[in-house]
Structures are given as structure tokens and as C-alpha cells.
């Protein structure tokens, strides 16, 4: 799926933002305090509304006045799909204070699907829709067959076709009552509707894949217990547990491996250990011809393979990855192929991959239409892309373009 818009209003330092992003690659810039970090905790915040529901979503945060003051949250997702150009817009207000929801829709390029305010909720049928569109195509062929007599039924079809093309141009904003569906059930202000009618839209199915990593190094360090195979977790803890699920994927294995020894040379070999009497799972590194535990590894090593597994294991979810400074404690030609390795993965998966950055090398990597400024101003977090707002700017030598602030904004300090 093809990333195409998020807007975010009411959330920690953001009033109202929007991101467009121009490609499938996406790099924040901005000064500690900016609020990269406050975008991506809203994405979090967001993911976790749709799919456990309001109050567990503030329950991770802990603090309600930690997220925001302001009496209404609204995100906004739109997604295309570029196998059949179908467009999906969901939309999610919610009262953080009263750990409810205020407004939802969902909709396509086509058709408004799903709407609800408050206790109120309307879905399409998509039965009585699917009768529409057969009598529709009957009243297509009849015109057809008709075009060439100039007679009433050619008329009373074509005024038909006219009045199908009112009513279609009213789904594409709101549910008409005759197509409305009946919902007996009770749906609760905590819950969405996105997660109890549509798990099977590709939507739904992006959002719960979204993913935001903010490795530790130290925890993939230590011997852990096997847990959470599913996927990566934020900081990392379970890498060992999702590379020995990997391993049982012999292309990835070995991309893998090379992709490591290509970026940190002196590892030859990944290894994973488990306890003779436990079910714990340890992390070992063949360096020459010694075999390491990770504890004797560098956080870079570490850091830089949390995030090569990230990407493989993520690449064909479909979604969005989100890699905060991925260059920390990585050599900076290493950090060039990392940055390579994540724009190669993108071209071919539909996958779409956004980090955070205060590193010239980062900047001096990517294109200027893949560059966000990220700005505190008053006290509110500002997005605004490198290309729009320098359309004229030279591509080469984005980094001192970025430090000399020819970018006009997202600078480092």
C-alpha cells in the first residue's frame, strides 16, 4: 500500500499537521524538542485506538494529561493501493479526557463505506450496493442497444444512467438511507468501528501492522526468554527470538547475513544459543574465528542488525516502518548502506519506511523531496517538506544545504 496522507490534530506538542509524503522513503529532520519523536508517538497512540480501544491505548501511556489537553484528537489516513488505484480515507476523533470516541468514517475513493458520531452509526450494505451496480450494468447494456433509436426507452434508460450518477456521487460523501445498513449491536465509545466491521480491509490491515522501532541495544544483549514471535518489538528486547524464526527463511537468512558483513565486515556469522535447561535465548556473533556473545559486541552491531531484521521481517506487511536515528553508533559509509539497503527494500515491496534524524550523513542520503523539516514554533510542532518549500534547491550536498539552513527550518540544534 502507498502511504498518501496523515494529518494529526491535538496531540502533545501538535496542533495540526499534515504529510504528504512524496515517496515511499520519508526522513524527519529537526532539533531535539521539535517533535519528531511526538509525530510518531501520535502513530503509536493512533494504531493502538483502532485496534484495543481507547482507554488500554491511554493505559500504555499512563498519563492522560501527557497526550494532550485539547477536548478533540483527530488522525487522519489515507492509503492507495497501486494494484487497483483504490483510495481508503479513515478518519478518528476522539476525547482523550473522556476516553471516547467522537467521530469515525471510513471511505474509499468511490464510496463513502462506514460513519459514525458518537452512538450513531451508519454502514453501507453492500448487498443493496452490489444490486445497484448489477442494475446499472443491465441499464449500460440497455442504452447500448438502444443508442441508435431515437425512442422513449432510449431516453428513460439514459435518465436512469443520470439518476445512478446522482447517487453514486452522493456515496462518495454520505450513506444514503436506502442503502444504510441495520446494526442491532451496541458499538461502545472505546471501540472503533474500523476494528469491529472491517478487519478485512486492507486499511484496518495497515494500521495494525504500523511499526515503530526505537532500539536499545543493550536489551537484545542479554539472554532472553523465547517470547512475542510475532514480530520485532520497539526497543528490540526479542531479536533473538524473531532471528531464530527467520532462520526458517533461507532467503532472508542469507540476505541477512550479507547485508551484516557488508555493513560490519569482521561478522561472519550470526548464531543463537538456547539453555540446556531453560527456554532462554542467547545471541552469538562469529568475529574471525571466535564465537562472541553479544554482550561483547558494539552497539552499533547490535543496532545496525535490529534494524536490517526490522526491514525483512516488515517488508511484505504492507504498512509503514518507523526507524528513530537509525545512524546511532553506526560508522557513517556504513550508515550510507543502510540507508541504500531500506530504499532498495521499498522499490520492491509496497512498503513505506519514515526515520527520524539528526545525523548529516542521513540528510546527505537522501533527495530532497524525501526530507521533512521538523520546527517548533511557539510551542507547536511544524512539518514542512524540503522540495516544496525549495523547489529550486540543487540536490548535491543536501547535508551543508541542511546545516547552513538553506532549507529554510529543521536544523540539528
Request: aromatic fraction near 8%.
Amino acid at each position: 500500500m502507498e502511504l498518501q496522507r496523515i494529518c494529526i490534530r491535538g496531540f502533545k506538542s501538535i496542533e495540526d499537521v499534515i504529510f504528504e509524503p512524496k515517496t515511499g522513503f520519508s526522513c524527519l529532520v529537526g532539533s531535539n524538542g521539535a517533535g519528531k519523536s511526538n509525530f510518531c508517538d501520535a502513530l503509536i497512540f493512533f494504531k493502538n485506538v483502532v485496534v484495543k480501544g481507547v482507554s488500554s491505548a491511554i493505559q500504555e501511556v499512563g498519563d492522560k494529561s501527557l497526550l494532550t489537553n485539547a477536548e478533540e484528537t483527530c488522525f487522519t489516513l489515507r492509503i492507495r493501493n497501486p494494484e487497483t488505484s483504490h483510495e481508503y480515507e479513515y478518519v478518528l476523533s476522539i476525547n482523550i479526557q473522556e476516553s471516547k470516541i467522537i467521530n469515525e468514517r471510513l471511505s474509499t475513493n468511490l464510496l463513502s463505506i462506514y460513519s459514525r458520531k458518537t452512538d450513531n452509526v451508519e454502514k453501507l450494505n453492500f448487498e443493496k450496493f452490489n444490486s445497484i451496480i448489477e442494475d446499472l450494468v443491465l441499464k449500460i447494456k440497455y442504452v447500448e442497444d438502444n443508442k441508435s433509436i431515437k425512442s422513449k426507452e432510449y431516453k428513460k434508460a439514459l435518465g436512469s444512467l443520470i439518476d445512478f450518477k446522482k447517487t453514486i456521487e452522493t456515496i462518495r460523501t454520505e450513506i444514503p438511507e436506502s442503502l444504510r445498513e441495520n446494526i442491532q449491536d451496541e458499538l461502545s465509545s472505546d471501540k472503533t468501528g474500523l476494528s469491529s466491521y472491517f478487519e478485512d480491509e486492507h486499511i484496518y490491515e495497515y494500521i495494525s501492522n504500523l511499526n515503530i522501532f526505537r532500539i536499545n541495544p543493550l536489551a537484545p544483549k542479554l539472554p532472553n526468554k523465547i517470547f512475542n514471535k510475532s514480530n520485532l518489538l520497539m526497543y528490540g528486547e526479542n531479536l533473538a527470538t524473531i532471528l531464530l524464526e527467520l532462520q526458517n527463511d533461507e532467503v532472508k537468512w542469507n540476505t541477512l547475513h550479507e547485508l551484516l558483513n557488508l555493513i560490519v565486515p569482521s561478522i561472519s556469522e550470526i548464531s543463537l544459543k538456547k539453555g540446556d535447561f531453560d527456554d532462554f535465548l542467547s545471541l552469538h556473533f562469529k568475529e574471525d574465528t571466535r564465537l562472541l556473545p553479544a554482550i561483547s559486541i558494539s552497539d552499533g552491531t547490535i543496532y545496525t542488525l535490529a534494524i536490517l531484521t526490522a526491514i525483512l521481517w516488515n517488508q511484505s506487511k504492507k504498512s509503514l516502518i518507523i526507524i528513530e536515528e537509525p545512524e546511532r553508533g553506526i560508522h557513517p559509509q556504513a550508515i550510507v548502506e543502510l540507508i541504500s539497503f531500506i530504499k532498495e527494500t521499498i522499490l520492491e515491496n509496497t512498503v513505506n519506511v519514515l526515520v527520524t534524524t539528526h545525523s548529516e550523513t542521513v540528510v546527505r542520503s537522501c533527495n530532497l523531496d524525501e526530507l521533512w523539516l521538523v520546527d517548533k514554533i511557539k510551542g507547536s510542532t511544524k512539518l514542512k517538506n524540503a522540495k516544496i518549500s525549495n523547489p529550486h534547491l540543487e540536490e548535491s550536498s543536501l547535508d551543508q544545504a541542511w546545516l547552513m539552513n538553506l532549507l529554510n527550518g529543521g536544523l540539528p540544534w
